[in-house]
């Protein structure tokens, strides 16, 4: 173990996950400082949450080694538990328990519980504490859960794809529960979701995977510096394939109707600028990409490499 | 003149580096007057939705700066004077801003001429009412 790990909230070193001769995760490695918001993205099947449930306790790798706060959540599952907030995809409880109910239960499994919290949540929330949760709408059981992972006082809040299902009013009030929670107690997160406007704007660092492998691991500053979209015109057609292209280095290159369009992952001024300068090439242009016009370009059906 | 700090999450200028610029904006052009109260990190991350450790970031940075001041137990207000920079200083700090907006000027494809053009206009704008010309 380094002596880093006292800072990490969590730690995955080289973990595969497989389902008999299906790999979910292979070698996946990466790690969450105490106090950072984490994004682990994917597409559906990209192996987030078989990672999760090695995280959770619930599934031991066949490789590699997981650590939440240094300790194996295998073999400590109850007690690190203890010290997380969980909201899963689907959460899940006895349908004829009122929201009030499951509340109750939940402040005996935590050494400390935040009951008026987890009260103030629901009213804030609109999430009736009388009715049977198999009653709730998808939403509302989304935000019990928020409501139930925080009372906790979690030191690591782990929130599977939370605002699945969730309109844009509950969605607006999750994120600034978020936020809430981030400015009050500076909680660690691992997030996983679909949304990622809401992610741009939460996520310090983001992984994100694919086909079980992680292809990116870096703050997301660093991530939207390096990529761009570069689009330009050319007098002849032998730009493709030259030398200038090649020091471009493009991901992807698309013909469209007012020229080319490549998105480069290593971008650099001095690159771009010798590259624009370069016979055959006119009107050549960076722009920015946002995180999912980045995700698209790694995960999308004719994605490459990082 | 935009009097209303906006941030774009999808842009590739980091966040924290919007609400700095953002917040510079907002003080050089008089929309937030010489000793005004900011909003807390925490009012506005949660008005921006954006993670409060990016709101404290731009702060911290705008408070080394001299731009904000930090009065304990009352909150962050603009600074009452113009930050006292040596000319070392400010020559850096001219040279950083320059350059970014130099590469700016030059991914688009802009000419010298336009992207001065373009300088001279914003500063006319802004200094005509920060009351400096």
Redesign the interface.
Known sequence: MSSHDGQKALCLDHVTVRYGKATAAEAVSFSVPR???YALLGRNGAGKSSLIRCLLGQRKPQEGEVTIFGEDPWSNRARLMARLGVVPEEPDAPPDMTARQIAAFCSRLYPSWDGNGVETRLRRFAVPGDVPFGRLSKGQKGQLALALALGGLPELLVLDDPTLGLDVVAR?AL??EL??E???RGTTVLLTSHDL??V?????RVGILKEGRLLVDEPL?DL??R??RVSFGQSDATVHGSETMKALDPLALKQAAWGTEAVVSGFS?EA??RF?AAPGVS????S?????EIFIALCGEEGGRP | MKRRLTVD???????WRQIEEGLRRLVASGALARGAPVPS??EL??D???????VAKAYQRLTEAGVLAVRRGEGTFVAAEAPALTSGERRRTLREGAERYA?LA????AAKQEALGAVTTAWEDLGEKGGRS
Request: hydrophobic letters at 45%; zero cysteines; a negative charge.
């Open positions: 106090g950072s918001v607006k994120f600034e936020v809430e981030l400015a009050e406007g809401g741009e704007a939460m996520a310090d500053d939207k510096a990529f761009r001024e771009f600028a624009a009107d050549a242009e960076a920015p990409l946002s995180l999912e | 999450p999808a842009d590739a200028v980091p966040i990190v925490r991350a949660k921006l939705r954006i993670n409060p450790a990016t590469s030059l991914t688009l494809g």
